[in-house]
């Protein structure tokens, strides 16, 4: 893969994304050792850019980092420069300016990331901007579904829930529609952005539907922090016409696999006994994603000058 | 590999299919000689090439001394030190080791050894899953320039070489015949 950043999988090739894959593949083998280190990315620094609350992803990607043996910072946005008012860019000048070869960034403005990395000489990995992209999450969707299933091509998914406000969903539909499955989205039609079939899916509002005969359900978070805006009437009736429940679930492919990018609330978008459920890979989803992430981050390349030689000088050894 | 192989051409054929069956079943015999039978042996193949020759010695041991003696497979790049020169980061392949190789003999098995920095990475690799009780080297071709304090335990042939030329090995399951050529580039292009 010859790429400096990772910024959503809109604009990844399918061949990237295998590749993206199949190495991650190789980090799963890692962490199942008992020495789940690599020298792999010695002497690079990695900077943790956190404009908004994460703890999954976050600990995931330092976790990612440390197993490649690159040195990685953190950054609070509620404890930093900008609440003394410096802009995006000029904090993250700031950091490259001290030798950072890989930039990790959430931020909740659509868009930051590609800003940042237009100006900066590291590989900015996107982790999550506003309601945009979430590559790496739809990523390890993607690498736990072909686990699970071995395939990704032909495929039927369901994605349940917020897709308006979802970046996971986002990143899902681009990646799976790209790999050759067939996606449904499924929520109520004020959460459902106005165009979202011109993104090659279907969209329906009745979760039996969507579920008929689906080897995957992605189940999305209803996410309260951005639900100002009157488009629920309440919790418990989103429960009740677009929760997945046990009897809902029987409608899908036996084994159907059952997937929560999490954190999940119980009761609302996805019920007590599916949660519980022998079929999801929830946990398993947080795994892959460690190893998805070292992955993107040994195949990036930022700050690398493209060396020809060096490359002829590898051919043998 | 970046070096395309129009760019190079054959030298010298050293080795044919059979010729490296008999290299291949003296390095068998000389395994199980040095270790004094197949306990605790474990062969691994180093990605790619030494995978298949790993391979051939264990049916060859099994053929006379009648046991299955446990083998894998090691991809080194993760543990490359080159990795920083390179704009590009080589596929990573999966490792597979079935077996814990605490307290075993292990046999790294590659096709060429030159550099030494392959077998440099392939020990630091193997350390990371455990503590073998030896760690031995079998090769096929030893081309000689080393760089590293590395010497092999089992040799098919030695074969002297220019930093020019290319010692390829070509095996049935990765190419579709088996052969050892020296190539080398070619001037006429560049």
């Given at each position: 893969?010859?790429?400096?950043?990772?910024?959503?999988?809109?604009?990844?090739?399918?061949?990237?994304?295998?590749?993206?894959?199949?190495?991650?593949?190789?980090?799963?083998?890692?962490?199942?050792?008992?020495?789940?280190?690599?020298?792999?990315?010695?002497?690079?620094?990695?900077?943790?850019?956190?404009?908004?609350?994460?703890?999954?992803?976050?600990?995931?990607?330092?976790?990612?980092?440390?197993?490649?043996?690159?040195?990685?910072?953190?950054?609070?946005?509620?404890?930093?420069?900008?609440?003394?008012g410096e802009t995006l860019k000029d904090t993250v000048q700031n950091i490259?300016?001290?030798?950072?070869?890989?930039?990790?960034?959430?931020?909740?403005?659509?868009?930051?990331?590609?800003?940042?990395?237009?100006?900066?000489?590291?590989?900015?990995?996107?982790?999550?901007?506003?309601?945009?992209?979430?590559?790496?999450?739809?990523?390890?969707?993607?690498?736990?579904?072909?686990?699970?299933?071995?395939?990704?091509?032909?495929?039927?998914?369901?994605?349940?829930?917020?897709?308006?406000?979802?970046?996971?969903?986002?990143?899902?539909?681009?990646?799976?529609?790209?790999?050759?499955?067939?996606?449904?989205?499924?929520?109520?039609?004020?959460?459902?952005?106005?165009?979202?079939?011109?993104?090659?899916?279907?969209?329906?509002?009745?979760?039996?539907?969507?579920?008929?005969?689906?080897?995957?359900?992605?189940?999305?978070?209803?996410?309260?922090?951005?639900?100002?805006?009157?488009?629920?009437?309440?919790?418990?009736?989103?429960?009740?016409?677009?929760?997945?429940?046990?009897?809902?679930?029987?409608?899908?492919?036996?084994?159907?696999?059952?997937?929560?990018?999490?954190?999940?609330?119980?009761?609302?978008?996805?019920?007590?006994?599916?949660?519980?459920?022998?079929?999801?890979?929830?946990?398993?989803?947080?795994?892959?994603?460690?190893?998805?992430?070292?992955?993107?981050?040994?195949?990036?390349?930022?700050?690398?000058?493209?060396?020809?030689?060096?490359?002829?000088?590898?051919?043998?050894? | 590999?970046?070096?395309?192989?129009?760019?190079?051409?054959?030298?010298?054929?050293?080795?044919?299919?059979?010729?490296?069956?008999?290299?291949?079943t003296r390095i068998a015999h000389e395994i199980v000689e040095r270790n004094?039978?197949?306990?605790?042996?474990?062969?691994?193949?180093?990605?790619?090439?030494?995978?298949?020759?790993?391979?051939?010695?264990?049916?060859?041991?099994?053929?006379?001394?009648?046991?299955?003696?446990?083998?894998?497979?090691?991809?080194?790049t993760l543990y490359r030190d080159d990795l920083q020169t390179i704009a590009?980061?080589?596929?990573?392949?999966?490792?597979?080791?079935?077996?814990?190789?605490?307290?075993?003999?292990?046999?790294?098995?590659?096709?060429?050894?030159?550099?030494?920095?392959?077998?440099?990475?392939?020990?630091?690799?193997?350390?990371?899953?455990?503590?073998?009780?030896?760690?031995?080297?079998?090769?096929?071709?030893?081309?000689?320039?080393?760089?590293?304090?590395?010497?092999?335990?089992?040799?098919?042939?030695?074969?002297?070489?220019?930093?020019?030329?290319?010692?390829?090995?070509?095996?049935?399951?990765?190419?579709?015949?088996?052969?050892?050529?020296?190539?080398?580039?070619?001037?006429?292009?560049?």
């Open positions: 893969m010859d790429r400096k950043d990772l910024l959503g999988l809109e604009d990844l090739s399918t061949d990237e994304i295998t590749s993206i894959l199949d190495t991650a593949e190789a980090f799963r083998g890692v962490l199942d050792r008992p020495i789940k280190k690599v020298p792999t990315l010695r002497g690079k620094t990695v900077a943790n850019l956190f404009f908004e609350p994460s703890t999954r992803t976050r600990i995931s990607f330092e976790l990612a980092e440390k197993r490649l043996s690159a040195d990685s910072i953190a950054f609070n946005a509620s404890t930093s420069s900008v609440v003394k490259e300016a001290m030798g950072v070869d890989f930039v990790v960034m959430r931020h909740g403005a659509s868009g930051a990331p590609y800003y940042i990395a237009g100006n900066v000489r590291a590989s900015v990995v996107n982790a999550g901007d506003g309601s945009h992209e979430h590559p790496t999450q739809g990523l390890l969707d993607m690498f736990t579904m072909r686990r699970k299933t071995g395939r990704l091509e032909g495929l039927t998914v369901a994605i349940i829930g917020d897709i308006a406000h979802s970046r996971v969903a986002r990143s899902n539909i681009w990646g799976l529609t790209k790999m050759g499955a067939t996606v449904r989205v499924c929520g109520p039609s004020t959460l459902t952005p106005r165009e979202v079939e011109k993104m090659g899916v279907t969209w329906t509002w009745k979760v039996e539907e969507a579920l008929e005969g689906a080897d995957v359900v992605n189940i999305l978070r209803i996410q309260k922090e951005r639900q100002t805006a009157n488009l629920l009437p309440s919790l418990r009736e989103y429960a009740l016409y677009f929760g997945v429940t046990p009897e809902r679930l029987r409608r899908a492919s036996q084994d159907v696999v059952i997937m929560h990018p999490g954190p999940m609330n119980r009761g609302v978008e996805i019920s007590q006994d599916v949660a519980e459920d022998g079929r999801n890979v929830i946990l398993d989803q947080v795994t892959n994603g460690v190893a998805v992430r070292m992955a993107v981050l040994y195949l990036l390349n930022g700050n690398e000058p493209a060396s020809r030689e060096a490359e002829m000088a590898t051919v043998e050894g | 590999m970046p070096t395309k192989e129009s760019d190079l051409k054959v030298k010298a054929q050293i080795s044919d299919a059979n010729g490296i069956r008999r290299m291949l004094k039978g197949t306990e605790n042996l474990v062969l691994v193949g180093i990605r790619r090439r030494g995978v298949p020759l790993a391979v051939r010695i264990r049916e060859l041991i099994h053929e006379f001394e009648g046991e299955q003696i446990p083998m894998g497979s090691l991809d080194i590009q980061h080589p596929v990573v392949r999966t490792t597979e080791i079935p077996v814990d190789i605490d307290g075993k003999t292990v046999v790294l098995v590659d096709d060429v050894l030159y550099t030494g920095r392959t077998v440099r990475s392939a020990l630091n690799a193997l350390i990371d899953l455990g503590r073998p009780q030896a760690i031995r080297l079998a090769v096929l071709v030893d081309r000689g320039h080393r760089e590293l304090p590395i010497r092999a335990d089992f040799v098919g042939k030695n074969v002297p070489t220019s930093h020019r030329e290319i010692v390829a090995v070509s095996v049935v399951e990765e190419d579709g015949t088996d052969a050892v050529q020296i190539k080398e580039l070619d001037d006429d292009g560049s």
